[in-house]
């Protein structure tokens, strides 16, 4: 035990969340669009991350980075069996404060709680800080986990570029990390003993299944995707054009915002989203010559999920057609349903008095799912907004949510829990 | 006479055309969406600037740049009844070649003509390159000819800002142009007894006049103008945001662009283009908290247009409203319809051989036409295209540009076109 650690001690957990909450508050402000921009090794994510090691270090924890940039603490020496918890520290571009730092911030403090209950862990502990989480930067979410756990391939993941045309490469590189080394970690992932990520709750199904609940325990992740369509027409003037000479591509690609909405009107429990769209080249008095468009969908299985996608393609392919214009789409992601582990979740639903929900985000969480027993908890979103700056938890439901997880780990780390 | 005029004498036009051309066409390439991006005061801005500048140096020409960052080339001393002719050096993003740097190249190869012709002016002549003519960076077309015929508030001009939030004001102090003296000038407006602008040809109705014209006079310009629309809405999280439970401002956004196409359909020789969109913040898993969507509107005079647009936003209200949204106008700029000086386009038209047609583009030659005689030459555009990187007129029209530009030319500073 550390001097450190005795200081960590001495002070109640609301001021030492209300602590390390101030210490993030300031990193990563988005000027232009509210909330936060925390991307994938940018200025804002290292500064996030020296914050992480210095958490650590205070809390007696050595910490690494994984050949992927992820960022890992242990409480013990890294071994076999270990307990892991965790988040991303990155955000959606102009996110809110609690989607991904939440989870890192209560991983600290239960931390905390684990010593103030003098818990002498069977197994390590590990923090962890998955990196690119949102896929804000290089368009792939989850970019850390998905390439620990080997769901893609370590050169296309390497190739992918920001905005700026920075590739995951040299951004690795920049961060200190070889790229080179990046792909599937089956040693690491094969030590994980069981895997348990909170995370603020993302829309309302925690406040259906109980309106008194301030925590809820993940049951499943939807399935996911990100498609990129390409609508590529005829740059031209726009005064001097007369619309049937036009092949403009943001007909169709209005077209296919609106295809999206009427697709999933008729699928309930469906979901679909162009929230980025670019035009180029993007000048008021330019018709543009092509159009790019984002499109999230999320529905059931992938199968649904594909199914729901060739409706949409469908009808903006007939509306391209129509306007004398090229269609391309790109697959950018797609991630399978995901069930946490059923006795886990149980369990926990159980001893916690927290209700079990689906979600239809994504997380670190269900990369891991299909490879390690893994839970989820949620902590209560009074409002049900994320991916916003209007994001927010109650300091009182995070507390809580501190404690159930201190409340978890305690449990998997004790000696019977361990598999012998 | 100087040397430097002597070896411009040397060369036969059309070297001389593509000395000046290739001097061009490594300048402010546009990387990312091909074509130019050559926007008022920025580094190509200056660069070209530069280049003027130079070109006018060895034909012995004086230049200045006036309050209002407009770039002037004197042969003779500036005085009274100065006959005026050039266009802008700057372009939309991703645009082609022609579009305003024909017109200056060709202005200075009409001196060589001239001088070649042994023309000794009564008046005298200017070249000009008018600043931010597209309104690419900072919005607002004819920024430059605007801020001089007094058509906009100098204050509100000088607030404008670029992308990254420069201003007008501080983008004149970086190219060396005070801003506090940015506004009317009417001083330099009276000395101007004639302006001829020379301009590729946007659109298809020289060919649909004279197919086999190679140059045409301008008539008229349509009434023009451009609106910012912002639609507001409720951001949140792409996946576990139910339908009913968005405000997605993509949805009336989507539904203004094709209020907009539906809209024109029904007023022949109208055009409404939205080439520009924008969602704040613009991540793929996240709805959208608002959109910026812009939209160019010409038709008739300006209460033509303005009618156009009230129908166009008249139903894009009613999308917002149904999806819970807000939506806010901002008129951006309007211009009204132009006729150019009539005996002045007569008398050039019957001259050149060439066929009066009006255009649906702004120049700048539309905001000087209220004030002073003004004409129009328009060099054929085979493709009709531009705003474009594939804009394109052939060598040989080009020349024949110069030639009809140095003929009117000629004319207006004959002492029998100086009115006493």
């Known amino acids: 035990m550390t001097p450190h650690t005795d200081r960590m001690r001495s002070h109640p957990p609301d001021g030492r969340f209300g602590g390390l909450w101030a210490d993030l508050a300031g990193i990563g402000r988005d000027a232009l669009r509210g909330g936060y921009a925390r991307h994938g090794f940018d200025d804002a994510d290292l500064q996030l991350r020296e914050w992480f090691v210095e958490q650590a270090r205070r809390r007696g924890l050595d910490t690494e980075t994984d050949r992927n940039g992820n960022l890992w603490a242990w409480w013990g020496s890294p071994g076999p069996n270990a307990v892991v918890t965790g988040s991303h520290l990155d955000s959606v571009p102009g996110g809110g404060a609690f989607d991904g730092p939440l989870g890192v911030v209560s991983a600290l403090l239960a931390v905390d709680e684990l010593r103030l209950r003098g818990v002498r862990p069977a197994v390590p502990l590990a923090l962890v800080c998955f990196a690119e989480e949102e896929g804000g930067r290089f368009g792939l979410p989850c970019l850390g986990s998905r390439l620990l756990v080997g769901a893609i391939d370590p050169d296309a993941a390497r190739r992918l570029r920001d905005g700026d045309g920075i590739s995951v490469a040299d951004a690795m590189q920049r961060a200190g990390v070889d790229p080179a080394g990046a792909g599937p970690d089956p040693q690491r992932l094969a030590g994980i003993g069981a ?3 909170l995370h603020i709750e993302q829309g309302r199904l925690l406040r259906a299944a109980d309106p008194t609940a301030a925590i809820g325990v993940g049951s499943s992740i939807v399935a996911h995707g990100r498609w990129r369509i390409t609508v590529s027409g005829q740059g031209n003037h726009a005064g001097t054009t007369a619309p049937r000479d036009r092949h403009d591509p943001m007909i169709p690609a ?7 909405r009427r697709v999933i009107q008729a699928h309930p429990g469906a979901v679909a989203t162009v929230g980025r769209l670019q035009p180029i080249p993007g000048g008021t008095n330019v018709i543009a010559s092509s159009v790019d468009v984002w499109l999230d969908v999320r529905h059931g299985a992938a199968a649904d999920t594909s199914a729901l996608v060739d409706e949409i393609l469908h009808e903006a392919r007939a509306e391209a057609e129509l306007e004398g214009c090229d269609l391309r789409v790109h697959r950018e992601s797609m991630t399978d349903q995901v ?15 927290a209700p079990a929900v689906p979600t239809g985000a994504g997380h670190d969480a269900g990369l891991l799912a299909p490879h390690v027993p893994t839970a989820m908890l ?3 979103n009074p409002s049900g907004v994320s991916h916003a700056p209007d994001e927010y938890a109650e300091t009182q439901d995070c507390l ?19 598999p012998r």
């Open 195 to 197: 895997f348990v990520e």
């Open 254 to 260: 209005a077209g296919a915002v609106l295809a999206a």
């Open 339 to 353: 069930t946490f582990d059923p006795a886990l979740t149980m369990d926990l639903s159980a001893r916690l008095g």
């Open 378 to 380: 949620f902590v209560r």
């Open 400 to 418: 809580t949510g501190v404690r159930a997880l201190a409340d978890t780990l305690e449990g998997l780390l004790a000696p019977e829990a361990v």
